[in-house]
C-alpha cells in the first residue's frame, strides 16, 4: 500500500484540485444571473462597517489563496482518500445549489427560513467549505487543508457580522429563526 504524503510536494498542473473548487464558483455565478434579486441581496456589502469590511477582504484573499494552491496540489486519484473526498464534495455540491435556489426563490426583504434554511442558517457558507474539506480529503493535503481552515475561519468571522446585521434588519422575527435553527448545520 502506498504510503500518504500529506504534504504533498507542490507541482503545478491544469487538472489539479482547483477545479471542483472553481465549479463552486461558477454555481454563485450562474445563481446570481437566473435570479437577480436574490444575487443583488447576496452581494450587498453596503452595510458592512470597517471590521466587516476588513474580514470580508481577508475572506476574498484566503479563498484566493485556496483557488492558486489547487493548481499545485494533485489529487490522490482511485485511492481511498480520493473517493472518500468526492463524497465528501459531491454531497456539499448538491447542498450548495440547494441552498442557492433556498435563496434565490424566497420573499426578498425577509428572513429565509424555507428549503435548506430549515436546518442552517448559512448553508451557502457551510456547503461550501464542507466542499472544500471534501476536495482537502481527496487531495490528502495538509497544505490545502490549513489554507481551507484559515479560508473557513476568516467566512465565520464575516457570518458573525452578517448575523448582527440580519438582528438589526429583521429584529424578533430573525431572533426567533435564530434560536431555532442552528448556523452550520447543529453546530
Not at 65 to 81: A, R
Not at 154 to 170: M, R
Request: charged content about 15%; aromatic content about 22%.
Amino acid at each position: 500500500m502506498e504510503t500518504l504524503h500529506f504534504f504533498t510536494t507542490l507541482k503545478f498542473s491544469w487538472l489539479n484540485s482547483w477545479i471542483p473548487t472553481v465549479f463552486l464558483l461558477i454555481i454563485q455565478f450562474i445563481f446570481m444571473g437566473i435570479y437577480k434579486e436574490g444575487g443583488k441581496r447576496a452581494v450587498d456589502t453596503s452595510w458592512y462597517d470597517k471590521k466587516a469590511k476588513n474580514y470580508a477582504v481577508f475572506n476574498t484573499v484566503m479563498q484566493f489563496v485556496v483557488i492558486i494552491l489547487g493548481f499545485f496540489v494533485p489529487f490522490k486519484c482511485c485511492t481511498f482518500w480520493f473517493w472518500i473526498g468526492m463524497v465528501i464534495y459531491l454531497i456539499a455540491f448538491v447542498c450548495f445549489i440547494w441552498s442557492f435556489y433556498s435563496y434565490g426563490t424566497a420573499d426578498m426583504g425577509k428572513v429565509i427560513t424555507k428549503g435548506i434554511y430549515k436546518h442552517s442558517r448559512n448553508p451557502m457558507y457551510a456547503t461550501f467549505n464542507l466542499g472544500m474539506i471534501g476536495v482537502c480529503v481527496a487531495t490528502a493535503s495538509l497544505w490545502l487543508l490549513i489554507a481551507t481552515l484559515v479560508f473557513a475561519w476568516a467566512t465565520h468571522l464575516v457570518v458573525l457580522c452578517e448575523e448582527k446585521y440580519c438582528e438589526k434588519t429583521y429584529g424578533e422575527s430573525y431572533l426567533k429563526y435564530k434560536q431555532s435553527v442552528a448556523r452550520y448545520f447543529g453546530i
